[in-house]
Nanobody
Framework: QVQLVESGGGLVQPGGSLRLSCAAS????????MNWYRQAPGKQREWVAA???????IYTDTVKGRFFFSRDNAKNTGFLQMNSLKVEDTAVYYC???????????WGQGTLVTVSP
């Protein structure tokens, strides 16, 4: 079993920044991909960003240049730095860890990010 704990959500004004963390524990097996998804009120969950064990990150177009995903492999922790936040970034953000070979597909409980004037 893999457990994920997200933290760092909160209320911020437009243009502000937040840093989300995702700490993985349990039977985590490298290599694995870490993802962030988000779900806004009344909308489907959408993929935001991913990072592989090598540290290369990719992003959905709406957050490119504003969000930056990094990870500390020694601590099995990922960090999503979110800058220039917009009202439309408001959502519950979920961390996901995936390793198909080891049949790992774990989700965190989510952390709420609210961007409001």
């Amino acid at each position: 079993q893999v457990q994920l704990v997200e933290s760092g959500g909160g209320l911020v004004q437009p243009g502000g920044s937040l840093r989300l963390s995702c700490a993985a524990s349990g039977s985590i097996s490298s290599p694995y991909t870490m993802n962030w998804y988000r779900q806004a009120p009344g909308k489907q969950r959408e993929w935001v960003a991913a990072i592989g064990s090598g540290g290369i990150a990719i992003y959905t177009d709406t957050v490119k240049g504003r969000f930056f995903f990094s990870r500390d492999n020694a601590k099995n922790t990922g960090f999503l730095q979110m800058n220039s936040l917009k009202v439309e970034d408001t959502a519950v953000y979920y961390c996901n860890v995936r390793n198909p070979i080891a049949s790992i597909n774990a989700w965190g409980q989510g952390t709420l990010v609210t961007v409001s004037p």
